[in-house]
């Protein structure tokens, strides 16, 4: 029963932790909008095999994530018109599963102590936070990856003990591997492989492996992944396979994709940010695990579920701070283990490289919590040039939750951990639902779109938008909004002149005139919007035009 509480206690937790801001954070451009764009024209035609953004293929991720947000909004009874929350709950819930998954697996290895830690700790840290908020793969992913580990871990752990196997975890594994392969590609077989890789590289046994039935599993991967994948074969002509392979996951590998190239290192300088504010407390398991793995096969299965993942992506140049998500999971179980131990064992001492290891951890924590401390302050000064009250207990909790975190002690009691998990959960809610919202000035598309509101002339009044052309004016204006240039804007006007409206830089608003002139024709300029396109860095001063009547 106690065990029962445990998990219902971390699924609430785990959505308390991310309620606050899916209604009042706008769509963050540029990859959220393109998703939640690409399900909302599946509502709006009723295909559910083809990915489309506006008119063109969206073939770099497979059909998982759209089928999911297209069910929220189904289930929301709003249609094609739900708001960007709707789309949102499919992550909240894909983190708050991760965190029951990965539970269940700590009680599973170490105890339900260690499976309730694992579970605060992946309820809490930033990487979790940030994308139970995101309407993209990655949330879900996440949960299907630690529902495939936690199943392969314990089939691993009974078969070193000459146990008998549990019947049900080989259909969790290859339901969950299935599963991810139909939301984000190959992530979670690779991180499946490489564990294996590993355990099999450091023992010469691969023996255990049967009783993962590989032959039945792979086939129930093909019946849940292939029919999908053979539809849409035949739809494109090819064409999905070739840009979701070809281009985006090869592209990726060889080559950094998208302007985000970047050298090995990367992720462990992101590593304080994105484990806070855990990142110190799951280092010294971490380091402990390291020095104990030879006599215990559970380390040695934490330790392969993180370390491997994470070099490969330290190799692959094309870097974002979310690609290592997966390996987290592998840490928090750590912490949880060494929650079990003596406080004499657990906090035996360091080698000379790991305590400088350990320190330049605990520097990164100092930093990244006065650091957000800092953002939770200085940005509505900075941006809105307004102080807002509610910085002060959201600067608090940033620094609470640091002060907890940073403990001399390796071992850290599970009150602390549960104190340092709140005090994170208070900095979340008000950073990302009260103090990010009140933002105005980088929040272009939604003061475009009440705008617009404001201003049309006609309900099929369609815009076309020059210059800014961020996905999230798409999802919040409408699947017909036309991106282009100012020349483009100056054809959409002349075309419907009754109804269409124009958005152009006023900089340019005597260029759109000229245009126009030679039609005979001369544009009004209805309302202006100024702010900072935060993914390109520029300050736009943007007019809303319509041609005189």
Not at 194 to 199: E, F, G, H, K, Y
Not at 276 to 281: D, M, N, S, T
Not at 455 to 483: H, I, W
Not at 517 to 522: D, E, I, R, T, Y
């Amino acid at each position: 029963m106690a065990l029962n509480r445990n998990y219902i206690f971390l699924f609430l937790f785990s959505l308390v932790m991310t309620a606050s801001g899916l209604a009042s954070m706008p769509p963050v451009d540029r990859d959220e909008p393109r998703f939640v764009q690409a399900s909302k024209q599946m509502v709006e035609s009723g295909d559910y095999v083809d990915i489309r953004f506006q008119e063109t293929s969206r073939y770099q991720k497979p059909i998982g994530i759209y089928w999911l947000q297209s069910a929220a909004v189904a289930l929301s009874g709003q249609g094609a018109e739900a708001p960007i929350w709707v789309y949102r709950t499919v992550s909240a819930l894909g983190i708050a599963l991760a965190v029951l998954a990965i539970a269940w697996t700590g009680t599973n290895l170490f105890g339900a102590n260690a499976g309730l830690a694992a579970g605060l700790v992946m309820a809490a840290i930033f990487a979790t936070a940030f994308e139970g908020r995101d309407a993209k793969t990655d949330a879900m992913l996440l949960a299907c990856c630690v529902a495939a580990q936690g199943a392969l871990a314990q089939i691993y752990l009974a078969s070193r003990r000459k146990e008998a196997v549990a019947g049900h975890l080989w259909w969790i594994f290859w339901i969950a591997q299935g599963a991810a392969i139909l939301i984000k590609g190959p992530i979670a077989p690779l991180l499946s492989a490489l564990t294996i890789a590993v355990l099999f590289a450091f023992e010469r046994d691969g023996r255990w492996l049967s009783k993962l039935r590989v032959g039945r599993g792979l086939l129930l991967v093909l019946v849940i992944a292939l029919p999908w994948l053979a539809a849409i074969t035949w739809k494109s002509h090819g064409a999905f396979l070739q840009q979701a392979v070809g281009k985006d996951m090869l592209g990726k590998v060889a080559s950094g994709a998208e302007s985000h190239g970047l050298p090995p290192g990367f992720y462990m300088l992101t590593y304080s940010l994105f484990m806070w504010p855990f990142g110190l407390i799951a280092v010294g398991a971490g380091l402990q695990a390291l020095n104990r793995m030879r006599d215990d096969v559970r380390l040695r299965f934490c330790l392969a579920w993180y370390i491997p993942f994470w070099l490969v992506f330290e190799l692959i140049p094309t870097k974002l701070p979310h690609y290592v998500l997966p390996a987290y999971p592998g840490m928090a179980l750590l912490i949880g283990w060494l929650l079990t131990l003596q406080p004499q064992d657990a906090n035996a001492p360091l080698r000379r490289w790991q305590q400088w290891l350990w320190w330049s951890t605990a520097f990164g924590l100092v930093v990244v919590s006065l650091g957000l401390a800092a953002v939770c302050i200085g940005a509505p000064i900075y941006l809105t040039h307004t102080f807002s009250w509610w910085s002060i207990p959201a600067a608090a909790a940033a620094l609470g939750a640091g002060y907890f975190a940073f403990s001399r002690q390796l071992q850290v009691p599970l009150p602390r951990i549960g104190a340092t998990a709140a005090c994170a959960g208070i900095a979340y809610a008000l950073l990302f639902g009260v103090i990010a919202p009140s933002l105005k000035p980088i929040w272009l598309s939604p003061a475009i779109r009440d705008t617009v509101r404001a201003n049309k002339p006609c309900d099929t009044t369609v815009l076309a938008s020059a210059r800014y052309q961020e996905p999230s004016l798409v999802f919040l204006v409408g699947t017909k909004t036309v991106l282009t240039d100012v020349g483009g804007v100056a054809e959409h006007l002349l075309a419907d002149p009754a109804c269409s409206l124009g958005l152009v830089p006023i900089g340019d608003e005597q260029k759109l005139n000229g245009m126009l002139s030679a039609q005979g024709k001369s544009a009004n300029r209805l309302a202006e919007v100024d702010g900072l396109n935060y993914s390109s860095g520029d300050k736009l001063s943007l007019g809303l035009y319509r041609i005189v009547q």
